[in-house]
């Protein structure tokens, strides 16, 4: 499966980032208030999620990787998270903020799915709801890799050797960059489990949402450059930040 975050993916992922990182967390905190009924689509192991709970609001989140809300669940057992994609997502509550952290927009690999996406979210929210999301832009183009090499080596609890390697290859006609991942457990020299992840991302260029995003609906948008809210300055910004309001 494309972009299935699996047990050795989630258990690095966990060990590599257990917390939010502040700037990004606050700026998708200082959309929330108290009285809203908020969603995170794709909320992995709870980064964001467990923050805005322990804050007292009232959020709701989903996912498709078992093993990455098993994690939340280890952090948060009373959360309010179900196993779903976002294709599969179906809600009669609506929300008054809904937000997706971590340029994970961009897991959505054509044009067709992005708008999909955001037509499913403007239907998901209030009268006067919003919607916060982070795409990837072609500024994190990287070169062409054909084999694996070693990309990061973690210890886990237990004392093993966690591996990840990837391979890299840029589809340039459709802007989708592919890492294809192999995770490998060591003990010492002993390779006890591995696991492989297809994980692929769409590059966006400036303004190429924009178009989408007003046809779902939305009636405003506006686009920054970083956390701190500033205007985009060139397409060489690595993230755009898009806020959409109904």
Known sequence: MINYYGSLCTTMYELLHPIAPEDELQFYLQYANNKMNILEPLCGTGRFLVPFLKKGFNITGFDMSTEMLEELYRKAPYAQVFKSSIEEFRCKEKFDYIFITSGSFSLFLDKDT??????????????KGKFVFAAETTANIIPD??????????KTQEGYDLVLKTKNYYDKHKKILLSPSLYELYDGVDLLRKEEMDFRIKLYDFGELDELILKAGFKRIHVYSDFKKREIADINSKTFLYECYV
């Open 145 to 154: 890799r054909k084999d694996y090499l070693e990309d990061c080596r973690v």
């Open 114 to 127: 992005a708008f999909n996406v955001l037509m499913k979210m403007k239907e998901s929210l209030t009268s």
